[in-house]
């Protein structure tokens, strides 16, 4: 599965789009669309670092991937397209491997009822140590709920 238009317009909206490096929440140095590194290179962003608009689009397209393919290895039951496109906004947030070792996970993979879900969705909240991304997650919910 892949994210498609509306997924790709809810992460843009959440992350924001800013084309010259800066730093996140969590003190990192971050570009584009949440961007912490060049897919071509590897390379880390730092100080200094600029990027178009287009640039930012192909990265985007590039690194992407990699989150749809670790939510489409970790989960094993039939996701909606909107079930998809939250669950790729909330790995690529807090990465690949936090992503497909959560409770979380688990609990989608043996059908536990919504208000589970919603709860270890909610776990992700916090940012360089602070609660500030539990409105995200309630937009993940409420995308991850809509048909």
């Known amino acids: ?3 498609n238009k509306q997924g790709k317009d809810f992460i843009y909206k959440e992350e924001g789009v800013l084309l010259n490096a800066y730093k996140c929440s969590a003190d990192v140095w ?3 669309v949440g961007f912490t590194f060049f897919p071509n ?3 880390k962003v730092k100080e200094g670092d600029k990027i178009t608009q287009v640039e930012c689009d192909l990265i985007f397209k590039e690194i992407i991937k990699l989150y749809e393919e ?13 079930q998809f496109n939250a669950l790729v906004s909330l790995c690529f947030n807090i990465g690949c491997a936090a992503f497909a070792s959560s409770t979380l996970v688990k609990k989608i993979n043996t059908k536990s009822p919504l ?7 909610c776990v992700w909240k916090n940012a ?15 995308l991850y709920i809509t048909n």
Do not use: D, F, H
Request: glycine letters at 10%; a positive charge; proline letters at 5%.
């Open 1 to 3: 599965m892949n994210i």
């Open 30 to 32: 971050t570009i584009g």
């Open 41 to 43: 290179t590897g390379r």
């Open 70 to 82: 670790a939510v489409n290895r970790s989960i094993k039951v039939v996701l909606t397209q909107n």
């Open 115 to 121: 208000p589970e879900i919603e709860k270890w969705l």
């Open 128 to 142: 360089g140590g602070k609660p500030i991304l539990l409105a995200r997650r309630k937009r993940e919910y409420a």
